[in-house]
């Protein structure tokens, strides 16, 4: 919908269902499955001061295996299943401006409901708060470029965590065909992704962060050179 000079607002939906199941004459079987459900607004307004982006999303996913065979006269039947449903508002401003030096700012609030590895009728449920902002500043000039991250985030699970990401890029062509290139991160990840549970599938489960699972920590450091030489563009560095 266009809604004026410099306004638009745009919806989506996605919906997919994957099945797949098998039996066998002696009774045994296997059946797996995954489905998802995904919806988001987004909003995009711009003035004199600025860009500004408003957006609203809902994400649900679910994914199920069951299996039944006998092993040595008895009947054994096994069944998994994981969920997830999360909601998300967040806004981003990017400021106008004239010079070389500018910045972005922007926040986000998650509420988010775990459902991982539920067998039978076993419930296992948690329920996690996430809220972050991030100012973004930048520089371009005709030598020197640069941008510099800052992203605070307080998760809420069965206890408070706090962590400050931090993003930082440089660029200096120090000769006309020759630049140096460097960058360093620093960032948080609060949910867990588990893979090849002994259980003879391939599937995955998402678990957020607890007080005995804290968050995954990264850091990353790369500088190099960029050398161009007519159309041809030459790189070369180390993380």
Do not use: C
């Amino acid at each position: 919908w266009n809604a004026g000079s410099g306004k638009w607002l745009t919806a989506s939906t996605l919906a997919s269902l994957d099945h797949y199941g098998f039996s066998m004459p002696d009774g045994s079987g296997e059946k797996m499955g995954w489905r998802n459900l995904i919806g988001s607004a987004h909003y995009h307004s711009a003035g004199e001061k600025g860009e500004s982006d408003l957006s609203v999303s809902y994400n649900s996913y679910v994914s199920t295996q069951e299996l039944s065979n006998e092993y040595h006269g008895t009947e054994n039947h096994f069944s998994l299943r994981s969920m997830l449903d999360e909601i998300t508002l967040s806004e981003d401003f990017e400021r106008n401006t004239e010079g070389t030096t500018g910045w972005k700012t922007g926040g986000s609030f998650r509420y988010a409901a775990f459902r991982p590895g539920e067998v039978a009728g076993a419930v296992n449920r948690k329920r996690v708060l996430m809220a972050s902002s991030y100012l973004q500043a930048l520089h371009n000039s005709k030598r020197l470029s640069w941008e510099g991250t800052l992203r605070p985030t307080v998760f809420r699970s069965d206890t408070t965590m706090f962590s400050l990401d931090i993003s930082l890029k440089g660029k200096w062509q120090f000769l006309p065909f020759l630049a140096l290139e460097a960058t360093a991160d620093a960032m948080s990840q609060y949910y867990h992704t588990l893979e090849g549970l002994p259980v003879g599938w391939s599937m995955d489960l998402l678990v957020p962060s607890v007080r005995n699972i804290p968050a995954e920590q990264m850091r990353q450091g790369y500088a190099g050179l960029e050398a161009n030489f007519g159309d041809h563009l030459i790189s070369a560095g180390a993380y």
